[in-house]
């Protein structure tokens, strides 16, 4: 079935520096890919999304490309700040159809820390 | 404009029992989905339910079974509760088209003991 690997964390990393959360897919067809971030005590909110291959998605300085060829879709921001820290969820829908196409598969999360 | 929330936010249970959580989906949204996400782990999809029916399930036992309201609210019910259900069950909303982004609740943390 379709299903999403992240790497595993915790990332650590200081103010401002570079940031990359790898994520790659199995899928049939054309999934779409989404970034979701939990902040402690709290339900995910969407980061950014793409449809389809080669769309970027960005968000508040975040951005990640689609790329099937490579089946990946990589979390970057060029300068993280404190409040970034948070868990990180890459997630997969499958191609719509009728009876399966509703469904979120996420990976199992990367947690980053940042320090000041 | 409210978000979606849910019912109660902890909960201690004892194995063989039953619970019902509770959710209120965001407004104009009418799509709820029920995820059981383990400490450490990603949400698992549990189900989701459009216009009162159960449109798609997840791989979870029949123990796990859900209702949707005509004000499009929801409950997840678990019964006969093991020690492995324990975790951070999640209600999320929707518009229904399969590509409409969900909007998380904050989430139900089951403890059962």
């Known amino acids: 079935g379709d299903s999403v690997t992240q790497m595993e964390g915790p990332v650590t990393l200081s103010e401002e520096a570079f940031l990359t959360i790898n994520c790659t897919y199995t899928?049939?067809?054309?999934?779409?890919l989404f970034w979701y971030v939990q902040y402690p005590g709290e339900g995910l909110q969407l980061l950014l999304k793409?449809?389809?291959?080669?769309d970027k998605g960005s968000n508040k300085g975040f951005e990640a490309t689609y790329r099937k060829e490579t089946t990946s879709f990589h979390l970057e921001k060029g300068s993280v700040q404190v409040s970034d820290s948070a868990v990180y969820f890459c997630?997969?829908?499958?191609?719509?159809?009728?009876?399966?196409?509703?469904?979120?598969?996420f990976g199992k999360g990367t947690s980053l820390l940042v320090t000041p | 404009d409210a978000g979606v929330t849910q019912s109660p936010t902890h909960l201690i249970k004892t194995r063989g029992q039953q619970v019902t959580l509770r959710c209120s989906p965001k407004?104009?949204?009418?799509?709820v989905s029920w995820y059981q996400q383990a400490l450490g782990q990603g949400p698992q999809f549990i189900f989701q339910?459009?216009?009162?029916?159960?449109?798609q399930r997840g791989n979870f036992p029949d123990r796990f079974s859900g209702h949707q309201f005509p004000n499009y609210s929801s409950e997840l019910n678990v019964n006969a509760l093991l020690l492995g259900d324990s975790a951070l069950y999640l209600c999320a909303s929707s518009l229904p088209e399969g590509a409409s982004p969900l909007h998380f609740g904050n989430g139900t943390r089951l403890t059962v003991t």
């Open positions: 793409a449809t389809k291959a080669d």
């Open positions: 407004s104009g949204h009418d799509t």
């Open positions: 899928a049939t067809g054309y999934p779409s």
């Open positions: 997630a997969l829908r499958s191609s719509t159809n009728s009876n399966s196409g509703y469904a979120l598969n």
């Open positions: 339910y459009y216009e009162e029916e159960e449109r």
